[in-house]
């Protein structure tokens, strides 16, 4: 059914950049609130940056001006834009869509995720 499937994943060198995507289907994209969130090992799941229907995003401190969260409608994908990448961003990065209903329904889709790896 509703599917998610990150993308674009791989061992960059501190300082370089990656462009995550996520492709959704079987789903109303353009209602979703769409995340990026990562994990490490033994460490809580952590958000990384949001972007609403209306386009607004969010980031956490940690990657304000080096990361950048988008959204293609017509091509249902979220895309997260590293720059300036540090080895402690090295994760398995998560997307995330999120809606919720009037009558206080939440569907909350995940996908399985992409490894980034910031190493020399």
């Known amino acids: 059914q509703v599917q998610l499937v990150e993308s674009g994943g791989g061992l960059v060198q501190p300082g370089g950049s990656l462009r995550l995507s996520c492709a959704a289907s079987?789903?109303?994209?353009?209602?979703?609130?769409m995340n990026w969130y990562r994990q490490v090992p033994e460490k809580q799941r952590e958000l990384v940056a949001s972007i609403a229907p209306n386009t607004s995003t969010t980031y956490v401190n940690s990657v304000k001006g080096r990361f950048t969260i988008s959204r293609d409608n017509s091509l249902n994908t979220v895309y997260l834009q590293m720059t300036s990448l540090k080895p402690e961003d090295t994760a398995d990065y998560f997307c995330?869509?999120?809606?919720?209903?009037?009558?206080?329904?939440?569907?909350?889709?995940w996908g399985q995720g992409t490894q980034v790896t910031v190493s020399t």
């Open positions: 995330n869509g999120v809606r919720l209903f009037p009558n206080n329904l939440r569907l909350d889709y």
């Open positions: 079987r789903m109303i994209f353009s209602q979703y609130t």
